[in-house]
């Protein structure tokens, strides 16, 4: 990947300046950018990149390996460029509340219940997981009403987020270090951490905030069976 990713280090940038690298039709590679690709299950960002006055709506993506910024309608971008990018700060940000939020009910839910998460979406809207829960769902719903009330009452307390790389190797050895069921982590020799101290450890490369505080408070919208080893849950912030 050529693009150095702004987010990993500070998730709180929200304008930034780059250079055009690769043009590849409506697709944009910049050497750095604060715009995050949708990788993990968390929707895209999008927001624009300005250039000799010109404003492009973009969505980022990934491609071949690479984060690219999808413009709308015609441009007249090339390598060698320089660029201001900025993100629609908003629903970056619940993206950001909802991902952190995500991570503590998965913590909660393996201290609980050793489930694990079969697979999930954050969007600005909510965020929807499927957790590996046995029993009847009036039991799941139960489970999951006090989980979430837990995340509340830890998030309530302010926990401060650390954000840090360690050498892959390192990094395995970490129980809980991966909670979902179907993913590995990424093949990398050094792996960015999210720790929320006292409540959950991931490999994980999106953004968060910076503190629990700034979940405000999680609510169930819906819980669904979908089947075995897949009880859905939806919430918002
Ligand atoms: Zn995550």
């Not at 829960?133 to 926990?159: T, Y």
């Not at 892959?168 to 093949?187: M, Y």
């Not at 929320?196 to 953004?207: F, K, L």
């Amino acid at each position: 990947m050529r693009t150095k990713l702004l987010y990993q280090e500070d998730s709180y940038i929200r304008e930034f300046e780059a250079t055009v690298l690769d043009v590849i039709g409506n697709k944009v590679v910049l050497d750095k950018t604060a715009f995050h690709d949708g990788e993990g299950g968390v929707q895209a960002d999008t927001g624009y990149l300005e250039a000799s006055g010109v404003r492009y709506k973009a969505r980022a993506g990934k491609e071949g390996g690479e984060v690219v910024h999808i413009i709308e309608g015609e441009h007249s971008l090339k390598p060698g460029d320089v660029v201001k990018g900025v993100l629609d700060w908003e629903p970056r940000y619940r993206k950001m509340r909802l991902h952190t939020a995500a991570h503590m009910l998965s913590a909660v839910l393996y201290k609980r219940y050793n489930a694990l998460i079969t697979g999930g979406d954050i969007t600005p809207e909510y965020a929807r997981d499927d957790f590996s829960i046995e029993g009847d769902m009036s039991q799941v719903r139960r489970a999951f009403e006090e989980a979430v009330a837990e995340v509340n009452e830890l998030a309530a307390r302010g926990i401060e987020v650390k954000v840090y790389w360690l050498p892959r190797e390192e990094a395995l050895k970490i129980p809980g270090i991966t909670k979902l069921a179907e993913k590995a982590p990424p093949d990398l020799p050094v792996l960015r951490i999210v720790e929320i101290p006292g409540v959950d450890i991931q490999a994980d490369g999106g953004p968060h905030v910076r503190n629990t505080a700034e979940i405000g408070q999680v609510k169930i919208l819906k819980v669904e069976n979908r089947g075995r080893n897949k009880k859905r849950i939806y919430y918002t912030v």
